[in-house]
């Protein structure tokens, strides 16, 4: 991966970070490819990779009692995939899976902790997008059970954003 550049990763969040701290993430990471239905990370497992987005869009979903799942979450080039690295958890709380084709930066689990533990730049950073996907969370949940109590199909959690957070080619 070539020496870091602030605004040139194409994740919002790593391209935010000052130098000093964004050329020790970059130089930890590799630029991998997501394909569609790829999945990143399985809910009760110890995560070895994080991933941070630069084109494309992951799905944060869980697994119903009935076998069918629910999409909780939507993480484009704004975020990073697996949340728990920041919160000191140590197996993934959801699946994330791939829904829109595209690329990521992709940081060893634990070198991201040890990055996260020595910056508390990054550290804060990385909360700030906790606290957007927990928003994001309890915006999907109450559009949904408003819709089941119209009686309408509540499927249609993806946000209206999507084009400008996939940074799609």
């Known amino acids: 991966m070539p020496r870091y550049a602030a605004g040139s990763t194409g994740n919002l969040l790593v391209d935010a970070l000052p130098a000093a701290v964004?050329?020790?993430?970059?130089?930890?990471?590799?630029e991998v490819d997501l394909a569609q239905g790829q999945v990143l990370s399985e809910r009760g497992?110890?995560?070895?990779?994080?991933?941070?987005?630069?084109r494309g869009m992951v799905s944060l979903v869980?697994?119903?009692q009935d076998g069918s799942t629910v999409e909780m979450a939507t993480v484009g080039r704004e975020g990073?995939?697996?949340?728990?690295?920041v919160l000191d958890g140590p197996l993934a709380i959801v699946d994330s899976v791939v829904q829109v084709a595209g690329s990521a930066l992709r940081v060893d689990e634990p070198a991201l902790r040890a990055a996260v533990d020595e910056s508390?730049?990054?550290?804060?950073?990385?909360?700030?997008?906790?606290r957007a996907?927990?928003?994001?969370?309890?915006?999907i949940t109450a559009c949904n059970t408003t819709a089941s109590r119209r009686g309408l199909p509540g499927g249609s959690s993806?946000?209206?954003?999507a084009s400008g957070r996939t940074r799609s080619a």
């Open 22 to 30: 964004g050329d020790r993430l970059v130089a930890a990471s590799a």
């Open 133 to 139: 996907l927990l928003m994001q969370i309890g915006q």
């Open 80 to 85: 990073f995939v697996e949340v728990g690295t």
């Open 120 to 130: 508390p730049i990054l550290r804060n950073l990385l909360l700030g997008h906790v």
């Open 45 to 54: 497992e110890a995560p070895r990779w994080v991933h941070f987005p630069t």
């Open 158 to 161: 993806r946000p209206t954003t």
């Open 62 to 64: 869980t697994s119903m």
